[in-house]
């Protein structure tokens, strides 16, 4: 006796091969959340040293902001679809950051300001209209 469809074995195929994929994740985030806990919790129960405390403050200012940069990568890595299309656009930006010169911009928008400062300080002539004979 079959008690489940294919859309139903399909859809309980797809829910463990997500869970598979995301426990790295959850692993990961979890660990911060432990971390930023004992960085705010253990300076007040064991009555550190101001100096102590300050320490533990910039650590947890550094481990809530910086989160994103280690929970983003981890899952677009974790992902197949993402990390191809990561890689191949990886391989794009280098190829496009190894051609450019930097100098060549930086000469030409201080051009452009030159150019700006210039017509800024010479003044400007009215333009008279020319009369049709």
């Known amino acids: 006796m079959v008690f489940y469809t294919l859309s139903v ?3 309980l195929q797809e829910n463990v091969r997500w869970c598979k994929l995301i426990r790295p994740a959850v692993i990961s985030v979890g660990g911060f ?5 004992m960085t705010e919790c253990l300076p007040i129960l064991m009555d550190f040293s101001d100096e102590l405390q300050a320490w ?20 677009i890595l974790l ?17 496009i950051f190894k051609t450019k010169d930097i100098r060549i911009a930086r000469e030409n928008e201080g051009d452009v300001y ?16 020319r009369s049709v004979k």
Request: proline residues 7%; glycine residues 2%.
């Open 79 to 95: 992902m197949e679809g993402f990390r191809k299309v990561l890689i191949q656009n990886y391989k794009k930006f280098v190829e």
């Open 56 to 75: 533990f403050n910039l650590i947890f200012d550094t481990m809530a902001h910086i989160n994103a940069l280690i929970v983003v990568p981890t899952i």
């Open 9 to 11: 074995k399909y859809q």
């Open 114 to 129: 030159f150019e700006m400062f210039n017509k800024s300080v010479v003044p400007q002539m009215p333009k008279v209209p």
């Open 33 to 37: 959340i432990i971390l930023i806990i």
